[in-house]
């Protein structure tokens, strides 16, 4: 009797998965077999497309060897001129333009290696993206295909011509035979879509998919405004004799926000050394791991108010001593379903480190809220361009920076560079600073803020950038209503466009993600 066969040995390993970041290097690669001439992905291209939308991006893995990839994004595709080029529907390749709440999946480019093709990788790609569809009941995949036979028949047809042969079956391309194939059907003919494909003479086939299991959403519509109301706390430092008197503090501001109906309610930096005004300790470092005492109450407080008072809190910040016995300056979003995020402080000033030994954070977060996506950057986080940048490449709408400044230069520092952060990423800004002072507590002697909500520069923004803004010193919050539909359409046609008119050819900002 022979031995039983091991069928292990026979089986080839074929799968469909998302791309991961460990997969890049080998994607570049195969782009540059696949489009000999063509200018292929960057890293930065791809490392985008996982940060933006990662659940979009798949390739096909035989073997242990990538052999395909497709990449894709989501549109309300009636917000782009039906003329678009593939720079304007990918924000030049880094699809940071991808709305998450988009109707369309637009799909920007698939890859098979010519030595696997007639393998049906395209048609497991295409199939990969149509399951993403129906699971996320979009209402339809478009598509801009290249057509790389046409240069053999530019003499003989017009495009149009030329494509009503292939869909007629008397000529075959490559591109557009698959897609049809597919289930796709023609919208229109694009000229100019792809600068580098000489093979398509330029031009572009708009495709269309159109999922039959789509029901439509009466949540989802295209908003003519989606204002976000902001409450800013100019909170006043002065001696107190117990955390029940905080707490009070606080629960006032709170309610005042909540009864204008507000979004977020806004705290300064370092408003809980408060609390050491009653820890009469003799030197700073020991304040501080004595303030370290309250970050459960701290924690325990805001969450009950955020859900009592159905707010988004922006809790300032608080120092934390962390199991590493380390020291961290850190701002809490307690939103207002009950869950918890944190924001580590980035870059320390001397005067943490001299007087408390604050340690630095090393990850820039963008959190969800029921208000879109959020950055917390502390105080002389703002100081810094590039975490802002990262930050609007992350998706965030709203960067509010808590801050404690001691002097007027110093404020101004935070102030001029959170409104050149609106400006430059347009993203609305707002700081919260602390007044008053606690002449008690050593390095917490003296305050000055003028706290405030800013916004880029445009026609459909404030005058002057600012939504609103405090009186300098003066204990008080400031209320005023963000914009993000406004937002949203700046960035696609305002009078300038700075996100989508950076020089990426010339320059980027590489971000080391330690979670990686």
């Avoid at 005042?256 to 300790?281: G, I, N, R, Y």
């Avoid at 459960?296 to 009950?304: A, M």
């Avoid at 340690?359 to 703002?382: H, L, M, N, R, W």
């Avoid at 010339?506 to 990686?516: A, P, S, T």
């Amino acid at each position: 009797m022979s031995e039983e066969l091991d069928l292990k040995k026979f089986e080839k390993k074929m799968m469909i998965r998302n791309i991961e970041h460990k997969d890049i290097d080998d994607i570049i690669r195969l782009q540059e077999k696949c489009f000999p001439g063509m200018v292929p992905w960057k890293r930065e291209h791809l490392e985008s497309h996982l940060e933006q939308f990662p659940e979009g991006q798949f390739c096909a893995e035989f073997e242990g060897k990538i052999i395909g990839t497709c990449s894709s994004l989501l549109v309300n595709f009636d917000e782009y001129d039906d003329r678009h080029s593939w720079d304007d529907i990918t924000d030049n390749g880094y699809i940071t333009n991808h709305n998450p709440d988009g109707y369309n999946m637009y799909g920007i480019e698939v890859m098979v290696h010519p030595d696997y093709r007639r393998m049906k990788i395209g048609y497991r790609l295409y199939e990969a993206r149509k399951e993403l569809a129906r699971l996320l009941n979009l209402k339809s995949i478009i598509i801009g295909g290249r057509i790389p036979n046409y240069h053999k028949y530019a003499d003989e047809y017009t495009p149009r011509e030329y494509v009503e042969e292939v869909i007629h079956h008397k000529i075959y391309d490559p591109v557009l035979s698959f897609q049809l194939m597919n289930e796709f059907t023609l919208m229109r003919i694009n000229p100019n879509y792809l600068e580098d494909d000489l093979a398509s003479n330029k031009y572009a086939t708009l495709m269309e998919w159109n999922n039959v299991d789509y029901h439509p959403n009466s949540k989802r519509y295209f908003k003519t405004s989606f204002p976000v109301r902001i409450c800013v706390v100019q909170y006043q430092m002065k001696l107190i004799n117990s955390f029940e008197e905080f707490a009070t503090q606080v629960e006032y501001y709170t309610d005042v926000a909540s009864d204008a109906a507000a979004d977020f309610a806004v705290f300064p930096e370092l408003f809980t050394t408060q609390l050491m005004s009653f820890a009469h300790e003799k030197t700073p470092s020991l304040s501080i791991r004595r303030l370290t005492e309250f970050t459960e109450d701290y924690i325990n407080l805001f969450t009950e108010l955020a859900v009592k008072y159905n707010i988004n809190i922006i809790g300032g910040s608080h120092v934390v001593e962390e199991e590493d016995g380390d020291i961290y300056n850190i701002a809490y979003l307690f939103r207002r379903d009950g869950t918890i995020e944190k924001q580590y402080k980035i870059h320390i000033t001397p005067n943490e480190r001299k007087w408390w030994g604050i340690s630095p954070g090393d990850e820039v977060q963008v959190f969800d809220t029921d208000c879109g996506k959020i950055a917390i950057q502390i105080c002389y986080d703002i100081e810094f361009p590039e975490l802002a940048r990262i930050a609007t490449d992350k998706g965030a709408k709203i960067i509010f920076t808590p801050f404690c400044t001691e002097d007027r230069q110093g404020y101004l520092r935070v102030r001029y560079c959170a409104q050149a952060r609106a400006v430059e990423n347009q993203v609305y800004t707002v700081i919260s600073g602390t007044v008053g002072n606690l002449p008690q507590t050593e390095n917490m002697d003296i305050q000055y803020a003028q706290s405030a909500i800013f916004s880029p520069s445009d026609f459909e923004y404030a005058r002057d950038g600012i939504v609103g803004e405090c009186n300098p010193n003066i204990e008080m919050v400031v209320i005023g209503d963000v914009d993000l539909e406004i937002l949203r359409r700046q960035r696609q046609s305002g009078t300038v466009r700075q996100l989508r008119d950076r020089r990426r050819d010339l320059y980027y900002i590489n971000y080391n993600d330690v979670r990686k």
